[in-house]
T-cell receptor
Framework: AQKITQTQPGMFVQEKEAVTLDCTYD???????LFWYKQPSSGEMIFLIY??????QNATEGRYSLNFQKARKSANLVISASQLGDSAMYFC??????????????????FGKGITLSVRP | KAGVTQTPRYLIKTRGQQVTLSCSPI?????VSWYQQTPGQGLQFLFE???????NKGNFPGRFSGRQFSNSRSEMNVSTLELGDSALYLC???????????????FGPGTRLTVL
């Protein structure tokens, strides 16, 4: 089974509007972190936002927020007030078996296939 | 603090050759992971090195290998290159202990390998 599923192949949004990028995950580990990365055409991976499995509140970071629904195993990224510079690939990723402030952290990230977001002027 | 650096940024090789890519992690980070990104397969985990030891390995053939030096710098090697090895190779570094989730992996700019 896919550990990270991103089914939207491409998304279009009008500038200044909000957009939601979907991500569902699968893990039996109670300790995990979920992350969203942005990858522009240059190829660099830009870290956007994270959510720990024990976090009670949904994460927010500027125009980015993460709609975390643990029971449904979903971690959707919401981008408010889209900008032309938001056009890029967006990847959802998970790091399993990791607890904060413990040694021996497993560094492996499992990625979804990614979603292409295009912002229209 | 300097970020993760990768060299070279671009590389063109022919089938059958071998290639070595280099990654220098953020100062103080002891874990280095490598990923291969292709249009067809997406981002796939190659391996992780921690304190000069391979700690985790993805599902890649033995032609893909790596190592880590005492200063945490890492190299990955691909022998007998195939056309399908054309990809963006990303390196990421991580501290041994995560104080916050933002301590998660920092990525380098990548090495774009083209195999002709």
């Amino acid at each position: 089974a896919q550990k990270i599923t991103q089914t939207q192949p491409g998304m279009f949004v009008q500038e200044k509007e909000a957009v939601t990028l979907d991500c569902t995950y699968d893990t039996s580990d109670p300790s995990y972190g979920l992350f969203w990365y942005k990858q522009p055409s240059s190829g660099e991976m830009i870290f956007l936002i994270y959510q720990g499995s024990y976090d009670q509140q949904n994460a927010t970071e500027g125009r980015y927020s993460l709609n975390f629904q643990k029971a449904r195993k979903s971690a959707n990224l919401v981008i408010s007030a889209s900008q032309l510079g938001d056009s890029a690939m967006y990847f959802c990723a998970m790091r399993e078996g990791v607890t904060l402030r413990t040694t021996g952290a497993n560094s492996k990230l499992t990625f979804g296939k990614g979603i292409t977001l295009s912002v229209r002027p | 603090k300097a970020g993760v650096t990768q060299t070279p940024r671009y590389l063109i090789k022919t089938r059958g050759q071998q290639v070595t890519l280099s990654c220098s992690p953020i100062s103080g980070h002891r874990s280095v992971s490598w990923y291969q990104q292709t249009p067809g397969q997406g981002l796939q985990f190659l391996f992780e090195y921690f304190s000069e030891t391979q700690r985790n390995k993805g599902n890649f053939p033995g032609r893909f290998s790596g190592r880590q030096f005492s200063n945490s710098r890492s190299e990955m090697n691909v022998s007998t290159l195939e056309l399908g090895d054309s990809a963006l190779y990303l390196c990421a570094s991580s501290p041994e202990v995560l104080d916050t989730w933002t301590d998660t992996q920092y990525f380098g700019p990548g090495t774009r390998l083209t195999v002709l």
